[in-house]
């Protein structure tokens, strides 16, 4: 509806220009008496009004979106200190395009139930029909834009319980109310993301709410609460990456009606960093051809009660990275300047199919090799991995012997066998190298600094190729690059083992001997016999990892800095080691997964501050733990 209100003063010298609220309303059932409404302030007169200059006119006009079938109330007010009389004129005019079908439905979303056009993405087009339900419309311009992307969550846990206290007896009943709470995870792949919660039918309600209270907030992975919504949700904002619990409580004063909403999905919706537009035409043949003759042209007007289809072109050039199928992608449709823009609603379609290759990066074909040895392949790929598996020591040693003498000539294949040897002794990467859970002993140390040192020498060479294959499209270079790469992983791991046990050799007498005490008094490791070699090999070896590790890898790997961090702690530069452990911390994500790493280098860092005697810090971190880390959920 659009509104006009004039004012023309033939006698100006008698009133001055004023103030009035403009005020209008349509009431619909089930819905927010805000849903459509339209409150403004409204100058009425000339801006630049001298007494006895003459007449004036100024023409205000606004608009809003609203529903056919339902009275518009319109009320129009003067300010308080608004004294002299005016004469004003207010005219509406209606006008609107729905789809046909829905003449007296909403135009929009409507408390996250949409009333608005739904298009598979697995139908190649997808057709509705448009009518001008009041007058005819002109200047027909479709534009169909996505700029939310909608998921959706199921609990994970729902348990049903009383509330337990008498102030939550129902008052006429006299019953307690019982509650339903449902957990749901929440995984955010990048720090400061907007999003917004939403439960339709039952947020963004109160006195029209079927349920007696709505409340949902949002965990870390440390069980802080980090956001809180009561009956309203807005966007909020996570500052870190990670895994989050939101929890969401329903109060209802039967237990049964609970019972049914135990599978209740959450809507997430994510703002797209730039917005999708769908194509659409005027004909089936013109939207999936362009060389088809005779088609209709575009429609530039709508008759009033006359139908017009549009189709819509589904295939979506570039999805979101984090779009499945199923999602939803979220926007609005506008048909032309004067009429409410439509909710539209995309669905993800199925992903496209990928040609498949071997495991070795290479595509299958039926003479790669013959079945003879496709089978010993298969067995030495097994025995290796058995490697791994078994709990003797002996049947692994006996193991390695015989499959290096095997594949002798295959640096690449020898290589492969001495990381799976790699990874039964080094078993804690992500640990501190004189943790317990690295299991490492002076024995098992020196020998995979003998068996690092040996993949080295046979995956250098191939590893370097690794750049000479960026960006290139050829099949066999992007095999040559597979190979490449893997080649450069074994070697870093391999480099990563050997910092790591030299590290335990060089600091395991001068660091832990005075780990559990701030008393300063260090061991001197030169005095050690042995030490200041060790020390360099350490150092040499930093080094080496170093140039193989990208600078962003060197501050967010937890294996790099687990390798590179105990040469700082032999030669005592426990502030040096320090800096990258707090950058970490800050930078890491709050998830799941990398719960042991934080554990870790919170570990390492407290080990660090006792060792600088920063007594004021080590308490400072200790108390804030107690708010950043709690025991437990916050109840609800």
Request: contains cysteine.
């Amino acid at each position: 509806a659009h509104l006009t209100i004039r004012a023309g003063n033939a006698a100006a010298n008698s009133s001055a220009p004023a103030m009035f609220y403009l005020h209008c309303i349509q009431l619909a059932r089930q819905e927010r008496f805000t849903k459509y409404q339209l409150k403004a302030r409204v100058n009425i007169g000339h801006p630049s009004y001298v007494s006895g200059a003459g007449s004036a006119e100024q023409c205000y006009t606004n608009s809003m979106d609203v529903i056919g079938g339902a009275t518009l109330e319109i009320c129009v007010a003067p300010f308080w200190s608004q004294l002299d009389p005016h004469e004003i004129d207010v005219s509406v005019e209606f006008n609107g395009i729905l789809p046909a079908g829905s003449e007296h439905a909403g135009t929009s979303e409507s408390h996250g139930i949409s009333s608005g056009i739904v298009v598979n993405g697995n139908y190649i087009v997808s057709r509705t029909d448009f009518v001008a339900a009041v007058r005819p419309e002109y200047e027909i311009k479709p534009d169909a834009t996505l700029d939310t992307l909608r998921k959706s969550l199921r609990p994970t846990e729902a348990a049903i319980s009383p509330m337990g206290s008498e102030r939550d007896l129902h008052l006429t009943t006299g019953a307690m109310i019982q509650k339903l709470v449902l957990e749901y995870k929440l995984e955010i792949k990048s720090d400061n993301t907007s999003l917004r919660l939403r439960m339709p039918a039952v947020d963004t309600q109160i006195y029209e709410n079927w349920a007696d209270d709505f409340a949902l907030a949002v965990f870390d992975a440390n069980k802080r609460r980090v956001a809180v919504q009561i009956s309203y949700t807005s966007k909020i904002t996570l500052k870190k990456k990670g895994d989050y619990l939101v929890r969401v409580q329903i109060r209802h004063r039967s237990a049964k009606d609970l019972e049914s909403l135990k599978d209740l999905p959450l809507l997430v919706d994510f703002g797209l960093g730039s917005s999708i537009k769908l194509s659409t035409a005027s004909s089936i043949a013109s939207a999936l051809t362009s060389s088809v003759t005779g088609t209709p042209s575009p429609v530039s007007a709508i008759a009033r009660g006359s139908r017009v289809p549009l189709f819509f072109k589904t295939d979506v050039a570039s999805l979101p990275s984090d779009a499945a199928p199923g999602d939803i992608l979220y926007g609005s449709l506008s048909l032309n300047k004067k009429t409410a823009k439509m909710a539209l609603e995309y669905v993800v379609p199925t992903a496209k199919s990928v040609e498949k290759e071997s495991p070795n990066g290479e595509k299958a074909t039926d003479e790669d090799i013959s079945d003879q040895k496709a089978m010993e392949e298969a067995m030495r790929k097994l025995r290796v991995e058995w490697i791994g598996k078994t709990k003797n020591e002996a049947e692994r040693s006996k193991l390695v012997s015989e499959l290096v003498a095997e594949v002798k000539d295959s640096e690449e294949d020898h290589a492969a066998i001495l990381a799976a040897q790699l990874d039964t002794i080094d078993v804690g990467r992500k640990t501190l190298p004189w943790n317990a859970d690295s299991k490492f002993t002076e024995p098992a140390a020196n020998k995979v600094v003998t068996i690092a040192d040996k993949i080295v020498s046979l995956t250098q060479s191939l590893a370097l190729t690794s750049r000479l294959y960026e960006n290139q499209t050829k099949d066999e270079d992007k095999r040559l690059k597979k190979k490449a790469d893997l080649a450069k992983t074994r070697l870093t791991n391999a480099l990563t083992s050997k910092c790591r046990a030299l590290g335990y050799l060089t600091t395991q007498t001068s660091f832990m001997s005075s780990a559990s005490d701030a008393s300063g008094e260090f061991v001197d490791v030169e005095a050690e016999d042995g030490a200041e070699e060790r020390l360099a090999a350490l150092e040499r070896a930093v080094k080496e990892l170093g140039r193989w590790t990208d600078k962003k890898a060197q501050a967010d790997s937890v294996e790099y800095l687990m390798a590179s961090l105990p040469l700082f702690v032999a030669k005592q530069q426990y502030g040096r080691a320090l800096q990258p452990v707090l950058k970490w911390i800050a930078a890491a994500p709050l998830s799941r997964a990398n719960a042991g790493e934080r554990k870790a280098m919170i570990e390492l860092r407290d080990l660090l501050l006792t060792k600088l005697q920063w007594s004021l810090w080590t308490g400072h971190f200790k108390e804030l733990a107690l708010v950043d880390t709690p025991a437990s959920y916050e109840a609800m």
